[in-house]
Structure formats: C-alpha cells, structure tokens
C-alpha cells in the first residue's frame, strides 16, 4: 500500500466547515454508531461533531449495508492512488444515492464523503501500520474506539495513515469534540480554533506515557503523529490532546492516567512521562517534568473532589 502517495493527495483537500461538521456526523454515526441488533456488551459509542443531530435508524441500516457491500473494493486498490480515487468516488455516489441526509450534508458533500472513505479505509487496509479498534471505556463495558499498531513502529516514524484535516473556516456550531489550533506554517488564520476530522481523532489522550505527537503539514490544513518512542506490536496509539483540553468537564480528565492512585504514577518511566514540545499551537503537548506532571494529576484530582462537594 503506497501510503505516501495516498497521503499527500488526502493533504491537498480543502472543506467548509458545514459540510465537515454534519456529513462527518451521519457518516461517523452510520458506520460506528450504535446498532440494536449489537449485543450490549458490545456497543460502540461513537461521538460525533454536530451539536444537534439525529439519524433514523433505518436510514443508518442502509448506509451500513451500502458501505459492507463495497469496501473490499476500495481495501484492493489502495496501491493505485488513481483506482483508489475512482473505487472511493464510486462508493461515494452509492451512499449519496441512499441516503436523503447525505444529499442535504452540503454542496461539497460529494467530494468530502469519498475523501472521507479514502482516508477511513487507511486504518481498516490489513496492510496498515495501524488499525481502528475498540476498547471498554467505562466499567459498564461500553465500548469506545482506539488505534492500536499492527507492526513495529520506530521512534520519529510519522504514522501517515493517522490524518487530520481542518475546514477552512468555522462558521458551523460544533461539539468539542476534536478542537486545535493551527500551526503557524499552515493555510489557515493564526489563533483560529478548527475541529480536526479524520482517522486521526480516534486515538485517544493519554496524560503519561503517550507514545505519539501531533506534527503539521506545512502550507496544508493536514496533521499526522509521529512516534516519539518505538511503538510495539498491537500497542495503543494515544497522545497527549494538551493541557486544559478536559477542564469543562466535571469528572475532570478520563485519560486511564487520571484513573489510576496518584502514588501508581511514580512507577512509570520517566523517560517516557514528560510532554513534548509540538507545533500544533495551545492544543499540542508543553514541555514539563515528571514532577509536574504528578503535581497537576493531585490538583486535578482535588478539584474534581471539590465540585462533587459543591453538588
């Protein structure tokens, strides 16, 4: 699979924010949602852009269904950037066609719909450096998703299949979802927050002893992760979303640092516990020592106990 050719061309896209925010919903929804028929265990909660959404089930069904009948079409090709496009237009058109939502997403609905099957089929391709998984996210076995590598990935490896975009604009109400801050280098307005879709928004926030950092594209909208300690074979992928990313919520920040007694924290390495310096503006990881990082675990943790008081 050539997935630097592959990457490059996802790179040079640009998308309203409008189109992004609510095709990228029904899209995320439809595949990765939730499904009746799915045993309880297995449910898969799949959080979504848009602020106000819903979709009918049996509109999802369709979409699904349309989707299984003609990815392995699209996971064939991927070593031909020209069929790759061709496959993923195609598709792109099936689901257009059968779903009424998708044919309301936008006028650039088309164009991002199939750029979002081309970038979606990296990390499900079985020759990808990584894959899309799900892990329990909470003690009821609710399910949520993760990346997990397939292969050995050495340290400063940039893990291109991981893409990110950002609209060029933010004229759309959104969640919180997947927020950063532009690089300087980048296509975009300096200090304008953009959500980033993509692959890249499944891998999940680690406070200590992330493994990847965000590094941007320049003159792009695009980001990627590159390794900043060698990865193992069916390790997580996670990174750090930056300092204060979790501060709007009660519970404070989920990571399964945050989860565990602050004294467990003095057992990791701390070669591998200090943030990174990163390009990605205020969202990317800042440099602090291993002593900090336990000081502000502690902070967290009284100030979440504070606001259960306060209730």
């Known amino acids: 699979m050539d997935i630097e050719t592959l990457a490059t061309n996802l790179s040079c896209a640009k998308f309203d924010s409008r189109t992004v925010i609510f095709a990228d919903s029904i899209l995320t929804t439809a595949l990765f949602g939730r499904h009746n028929h799915t045993r309880e265990k297995r449910l898969h909660r799949a959080q979504v852009l848009a602020t106000e959404f819903d979709l009918d089930e049996d509109e999802q069904r369709t979409i699904r269904e349309t989707f299984e009948s003609g990815k392995s079409k699209l996971t064939e090709a991927a070593d031909d950037w020209e069929i790759y496009h061709s496959k993923a237009t195609s598709l792109c058109n099936k689901l257009t066609r059968s779903s009424a939502s998708l044919q309301n997403a936008g006028p650039q609905s088309r164009r991002f719909i199939a750029w979002w099957l081309e970038a979606y089929t990296l990390v499900i391709n079985p020759n990808a450096s990584v894959k899309l998984s799900t892990i329990n996210i909470s003690p009821d076995k609710v399910k949520g998703f993760a990346i997990h590598s397939t292969k050995f990935i050495p ?8 893409v990110g975009l950002m609209p060029y604009d933010n004229n759309t109400a959104h969640t919180r979802l997947s927020e950063i801050t532009p690089a300087p280098s980048q296509d975009q307005q300096l200090g304008q927050v953009r959500i980033l879709f993509g692959p890249i928004r499944f891998i999940n926030h680690l406070c200590v002893n992330f493994n990847t950092a965000y590094i941007d ?3 792009t909208s695009t980001f990627y992760v590159y390794a900043i ?7 997580e992928i996670t990174v750090d979303y930056g300092t204060g990313y979790f501060d709007d919520l009660p519970e404070g920040c989920p990571c399964r640092t945050c989860s565990k007694p602050p004294e467990n924290l003095a057992k990791m390495n701390p070669d591998q516990s200090s943030r990174l310096e990163t390009t990605a503006g205020t969202v990317g ?3 602090q020592s291993t002593e900090t990082e336990n000081k502000n ?3 967290n943790k009284l100030r979440r106990e504070k606001r259960k008081e306060k209730v």
């Open 229 to 235: 300690r060698d990865i193992q074979p069916n390790e």
């Open 155 to 162: 340290k400063d490896f940039t893990i291109k299949e991981l």
């Open 297 to 299: 675990h502690r902070r």
């Open 217 to 219: 594209e320049p003159a």
């Open 285 to 287: 990881p800042s440099p």
